[in-house]
């Protein structure tokens, strides 16, 4: 068996007969690792395969330059070290990968058509009167990047979503009113749940911990959170390390996150403007 070196490598690329099964081949080739891009898109795992990428090429480049005898004895060395260490480094997102495969049906179950789904309905209805009430509430949905590891530092329910569920929890006087509430697959997953801070800075001196927190998950995962201003008792929501809207009228809250939740392009170039214009307010951080 040939050994797998980069002189194989390069001896195989060198010796490629360019008729219409080399064609096939490479196309093959392109059309899994297109697929390994779609089921990887919006986790973190793509900015580390880019990486890996770069590198390998670089590595590639130095190695076909002749007299560097050193430096190509030890990419071999280490390269079969590197292979199988790939499936370790992305093991997470391969288990979510084939549990997407699986569920290749989900979303079109899940988001019937142009209905609005009961449970943003829920969410909108426990908004608008926390909102009212001023009381924060911060509510992250899960999406592709899994969020496991935040639904384990608070306390875990699996309840189905009610609007009365939602005011209950964010009430100021229980104990699981300071966290973010995360949704998975129409249950409330968990509540109580500990959100990373965002460390870029916000230029409304109204928005707090919340704010910042609902900041800090959309920068780390593709999840979509909805944030409710304890002192202004405005709507923000965030995706893809930005606050898409500000001061949503709380309203409008369902047809905006059905049309965040069912598009990927409106994620990307929301037309949502805010409803209302800036107010004056104290000048301290709010929670």
Known sequence: ???????????????????????????????????????????????????????????LVLASIPGLIAFRSL?????????????????PELRRALERIGRSGRYLRFWRQNEINPMITAVKEACLRLSQRRHGALITFERDTGLQEYIDTGIAMNAD?????LLTIFNKHTELHDGAVIIRSEKLAAAACVMPLSTSSLSDRQMGLRHRAALGISEV????????????GQVSITHNGRFIVRRLEPSRLDEVLHTMLTSSTSLKNSPVKPDSPPKDGPKGGVL
């Open 161 to 165: 979503i009610s609007a009365e569920l």
């Open 221 to 232: 995962s593709d999840a979509v959170t909805v944030v409710v201003s304890e002192e202004t």
């Open 75 to 91: 990419v071999n060395t280490i390269l079969p070290v590197l292979l199988i260490s790939i499936p370790i480094i992305f093991q």
């Open 1 to 59: 068996m040939n050994e797998f070196t980069v002189d194989s490598i390069l001896e195989t690329v060198r010796n490629l007969r360019w008729d219409w099964i080399s064609v096939l081949d490479i196309l093959l080739v392109t059309a899994v690792i297109f697929a390994v891009f779609m089921l990887i898109r919006g986790t973190r795992a793509v900015q580390v395969l880019r990486g890996l990428v770069v590198i390998a090429l670089a590595v």
